[in-house]
């Protein structure tokens, strides 16, 4: 079982739609859980980070992690032609960059 | 805004040459990366450097690979004899502190495409 899954995609969603982009792990050692959004021709960044459970909202961005069922979720409400990207899941069991766990992507595009 | 910016964008090279990939971290930041991303596959963790030391290396960072910093702005990987398999897209990342990200945010370069002939 890998550590990390996350559905490639690609999704496609009109313009105004919400976006949930899903990834799921195996090791119950998690602790921090990010999302990076990766534009073509570019290096991730990272959009939203959360410390154990719960939701964290940024924007039209919302993060929940639910522990129990080792589940990560990001909500994009309003979604724009601009968010369309690759979105990365990653984790770690402690906050040293150098344990991140990187889930594959989802290609997500918003049609206008 | 301040930027990691990579070179060169994109390299080739036969199998067994040496390369060397360089990347220009923010100013200001101390903590310098490596990560790898072949083709269709994750981001994967290589080396992490501070102080002019490795401070972290994966099982992918073998003695075929190499960092330094030659000057103060400069923070390089080396591979010496390329394999076919260590095609991939390398990133290059810098953070003012070791704690990201529940303190700090990691900054990515837009990445090297090096492909193995």
């Known amino acids: 079982q890998k550590e990390v899954e996350q559905d490639p995609g690609p999704l496609s969603v009109p313009e105004g739609a919400i976006v949930s982009l899903n990834c799921t792990y195996s090791n119950s050692a998690f602790q921090y859980f990010m999302w990076y959004r990766q534009y073509s021709r570019k290096g991730p960044e990272l959009l939203m980070y959360t410390y154990s459970s719960g939701n964290k909202e940024d924007g039209r961005f919302t993060a929940q992690v639910d522990k129990s069922s080792k589940y990560i979720s990001l909500f994009i409400r309003d979604s724009q032609p601009s968010d369309s990207a690759t979105y990365l899941c990653a984790m770690s069991w402690d906050s040293s960059a150098s344990k991140i766990i990187f889930g594959s992507g989802t290609r997500l595009s918003i049609r206008p | 805004e301040p930027e990691v910016t990579q070179t060169p964008s994109h390299q080739v090279t036969q199998m067994g040459q040496e390369v060397i990939l360089r990347c220009v971290p923010i100013?200001?930041?101390?903590?310098f990366y490596w990560y790898r991303q072949i083709l269709g596959q994750k981001v994967e963790f290589l080396v992490s450097f501070y102080n002019n030391e490795i401070s972290e290396k994966s099982e992918i960072f073998d003695d075929q690979f190499s960092v330094e910093r030659p000057d103060g702005s400069n923070f390089t990987l080396k591979i010496r004899s390329t394999k076919l398999e260590d095609s991939a897209m390398y990133f290059c990342?810098?953070?003012?502190?070791?704690?990201?990200?529940?303190?700090?945010?990691?900054?990515f370069g837009p990445g090297t495409r090096l492909t193995v002939l």
């Open positions: 990342a810098s953070s003012v502190s070791d704690r990201a990200p529940s303190t700090d945010t990691q900054y």
């Open positions: 100013s200001n930041h101390l903590y």
